[in-house]
């Protein structure tokens, strides 16, 4: 086999391999049904371009019909490539919008220097894409984490928040209007990144946060990395967990009833029981 057919055969398995863990996902949590329409948010990263592709595959043989728009937010960051997602979104069958708000120059006005802009920014991002959808009508909005992002945003919080909290799959928006969807919750970055490479994806660079090195999240992203070359399966186990909780094996009054978990003493045993008496142990001589 020559390096060509090696890439292509490469290709089809790593495309099968997400295609099989997006459509389990969709089906497992009920992401997607007849009549949904769905902004797909594509910052122009790897996962957002493989998501919106897969997405896409899926679609053709899909049992339910549902209408996929690309959605891309444009924060005015210095030196953006505005012209490569347009490129890109026309060369394909699907429609497209680029929301237009400078959130860059509010970011950096606000946060002092040298500290972290992701949580600001984030939620900037999210007002902007919530009141698209909802001026448009779309009923579902899909996001581009994958598993490494959802046992990261685990760690971030047992870590940094004292709470056992990570990303779920499909949850109501903020506002309440929407539902927001991760068709890439059982797929692996380094599959995502493999798999962008070879699709030759024109990527685009964050320059707002992707270059804080000391961020949270990046720390937990190294340990990861080095927990799964230590022990390989160690994170995929982790992210099984997070599907097989036991509320009665933890601590949280809330999420079970300790307080009436009771046991009762039975009278009539007490009064026809003896005590039992041990023979002390004799000592070895």
């Excluded at 398995?13 to 329409?37: F, H, P, S, T």
């Excluded at 920014?121 to 992002?149: P, V, W």
């Excluded at 709470?163 to 539902?179: E, R, V």
């Excluded at 927001?180 to 490479?197: G, Q």
Aim: with cysteine.
């Amino acid at each position: 086999m020559n390096s060509a057919d090696k890439i292509k055969t490469r290709f089809n398995k790593l495309q099968k391999r997400l295609r099989r863990e997006m459509g389990q996902a969709i089906a497992d949590y009920n992401m997607v049904e007849e009549g949904d329409r769905i902004m797909v948010c594509l910052s122009g990263g790897k996962d957002s371009y493989t998501m919106l592709d897969i997405l896409m595959n899926l679609r053709r043989s899909a049992p339910v019909s549902f209408d996929l728009l690309a959605v891309n937010l444009d924060q005015k960051q210095p030196g953006f490539p505005e012209h490569v997602l347009p490129e890109y979104l026309q060369s394909l069958d699907v429609p497209y919008h680029v929301i237009e708000q400078d959130t860059y120059s509010v970011v950096n006005r606000v946060v002092p220097e040298g500290k972290t802009t992701c949580g600001l920014c984030s939620r900037m991002r999210r007002g902007a894409l919530y009141a698209y959808a909802e001026e448009h009508g779309y009923n579902k909005i899909a996001l581009g984490h994958h598993r490494d992002d959802i046992v990261e945003t685990f760690f971030l919080n047992m870590f940094y928040g004292g709470q056992l909290k990570a990303m779920p799959t499909k949850l109501k928006s903020d506002n309440g209007k929407h539902i927001v969807i991760r068709p890439l919750s059982y797929s692996r970055e380094k599959d995502i990144a493999e798999f962008a490479e070879l699709k030759q994806y024109p990527i685009i660079p964050c320059n707002l946060c992707g270059s804080q090195e000391n961020l949270q999240r990046v720390q937990m992203k190294k340990m990861l990395e080095q927990w799964d070359k230590e022990c390989p399966g160690r994170v995929e186990t982790i992210f099984n967990s997070l599907k097989n909780i036991k509320p009665s094996q933890l601590l949280d009054r809330q999420q079970f009833d300790f307080e009436n978990l009771t046991q009762q003493v039975d009278v009539d045993m007490t009064k026809r029981s003896h005590p039992i008496v041990f023979s002390a142990m004799s000592a070895n001589k």
